[in-house]
């Protein structure tokens, strides 16, 4: 079995054991908002905003994008199961930052395995075979985090989908520090109507 494999079944087993009455938590969120947030390992919803389970969704990806599917969970998380404020919260020393859809489609032409960055760019280790699908992916890259909240913020806003009287908080997380910054442009566009 992998270290890992094993690390995180161990770590479930003691988790089990101090599970208490969580198992009789309701489906619905208790505290009924929503945070769409980036994939990023150094990002910990439940400790930067205080959440204890069954209390929020978090919706996560690369980037913490309003993709088609980030706005497919937030629907539901509304339509079905009472949320009623979300929040949209990218980051500081995103990754999202690091590449664009040119470079990631380019690498991935390349080789499907893991790349490497350093001071001129990114690197492939060149072993084949590689695959064209990437171009056709849009990679949803990040260049200025205010915008990409703003921007996403405001596709969830403007969505046909989405009702009018959601507020929508977008906000960056610092890495540094852990604090959340709010983006006052992101914040704005996201008023409830
Ligand atoms: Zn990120």
């Given at each position: 079995m992998s270290k890992i494999l094993t690390e995180v079944l161990g770590a479930n087993a003691q988790y089990v054991a101090s599970?208490?009455?969580?198992?009789?938590?309701?489906?619905?969120?208790?505290?009924?908002f929503a945070i769409l947030t980036c994939?990023?390992?150094?990002?910990?919803p439940a400790k930067y905003a205080g959440l204890a389970e069954g209390d929020a969704h978090v919706i996560r990806n690369a980037g913490g994008r309003a993709s088609d599917d980030a706005i497919r969970s937030l629907v539901i998380s509304y339509k079905?199961?009472?949320?009623r404020e979300w929040f949209v919260i990218h980051h500081t020393d995103?990754?999202?930052?690091?590449?664009t859809n040119e470079v990631m489609s380019n690498l991935l032409t390349s080789s499907l395995k893991t790349a490497s960055i350093d001071a001129s760019g990114w690197h492939d280790s060149?072993?084949?075979?590689?695959?064209?699908?990437?171009?056709?992916?849009?990679?949803?890259?990040?260049?200025n985090q205010e915008e990409s909240v703003t921007e996403d913020v405001l596709r969830i806003r403007n969505?046909?989908?989405?009702?009018?009287?959601i507020p929508i908080y977008g906000y960056i997380y610092d890495v540094k520090s852990g604090r959340l910054i709010e983006v006052a442009a992101a914040s704005k566009a996201g008023k409830a109507g």
């Open positions: 599970f208490g009455e969580k198992g009789k938590l309701p489906l619905p969120p208790a505290r009924q994939m990023d390992a150094r990002l910990d079905l199961l009472g949320t995103c990754g999202m930052e690091l590449f060149g072993e084949g075979p590689g695959c064209t699908e990437g171009k056709y992916i849009n990679w949803l890259t990040i260049k969505h046909p989908l989405v009702p009018k009287d």
